[in-house]
T-cell receptor, first 114, second 114 residues
Framework: GENVEQHPSTLSVQEGDSAVIKCTYS??????FPWYKQELGKRPQLIIDIRSNVGEKKDQRIAVTLNKTAKHFSLHITETQPEDSAVYFCAATDFSGSARQLTFGSGTQLTVLP | SAVISQKPSRDICQRGTSLTIQCQVD?????MFWYRQQPGQSLTLIAT?????????ESGFVIDKFPISRPNLTFSTLTVSNMSPEDSSIYLC???????????FGNGTRLTVT
């Protein structure tokens, strides 16, 4: 089955700086890679996703890059703000598979220091 | 995206008892999943809830401990049976719509077993 590794486990940045979180996956059949943000006491919320037919996707201050050959993908947050502080999870799945459940990384606690 | 209503939002239960968690979606969805999130940890898939048939359980989870029902396309229940303190966790319902739509989560049930 799929195995997703996520680094770093904790990340502190100064407000306005950029943050990068990296994930690797093991199953070459995986073709869908979402990122979730979970604020304390709340549910995980989808913030951006990418499919294997593209290498990069941007949404305002957030971007995700995918390297299929190396089997890794990254989340980039620019101009970080205190409200970006949360736990971020990456995930992977094969959208064309019969089960299509997500396998999650271990999470990154991002703290944006004012 | 679909509106996912999960209840109860939290409960404190005595060991040896059982709790049933309900998940209601406001539109028909193709797939429903149940995840567990232990304190400070990532999301672990318990099972895929299959409409009108037995759920598909992941390794380490069994039907006797976590019976699941899904009588129709918009409703599912997860029961945590014969609870022990180790079952204290957040249990999350998640759904996917038609085609390659993303996974969304309910607000979760925070369970404490004393």
């Amino acid at each position: 089955g799929e195995n997703v590794e996520q680094h770093p486990s904790t990340l502190s940045v100064q407000e306005g700086d950029s943050a990068v979180i990296k994930c690797t996956y093991s199953d070459s059949a995986s073709n869908y890679f979402p990122w979730y943000k979970q604020e304390l006491g709340k549910r995980p919320q989808l913030i951006i996703d990418i499919r294997s037919n593209v290498g990069e996707k941007k949404d305002q201050r957030i971007a995700v890059t995918l390297n299929k050959t190396a089997k890794h993908f990254s989340l980039h947050i620019t101009e970080t703000q205190p409200e970006d502080s949360a736990v971020y999870f990456c995930a992977a799945t094969d959208f064309s598979g019969s089960a299509r459940q997500l396998t999650f990384g271990s999470g990154t606690q991002l703290t944006v220091l004012p | 995206s679909a509106v996912i209503s999960q209840k109860p939002s939290r409960d404190i239960c005595q060991r040896g008892t059982s709790l049933t968690i309900q998940c209601q979606v406001d539109s028909q969805v193709t797939m429903m999943f149940w995840y567990r999130q232990q304190p400070g940890q990532s999301l672990t898939l318990i099972a895929t809830a299959n409409q009108g048939s037995e759920a598909t359980y992941e390794s380490g989870f069994v039907i006797d401990k976590f019976p699941i029902s899904r009588p129709n396309l918009t409703f599912s229940t997860l029961t945590v049976s014969n609870m022990s303190p180790e079952d204290s966790s957040i249990y999350l319902c998640s759904v996917r719509g038609l085609g390659n739509s993303p996974l969304h989560f309910g607000n979760g049930t925070r369970l404490t077993v004393t």
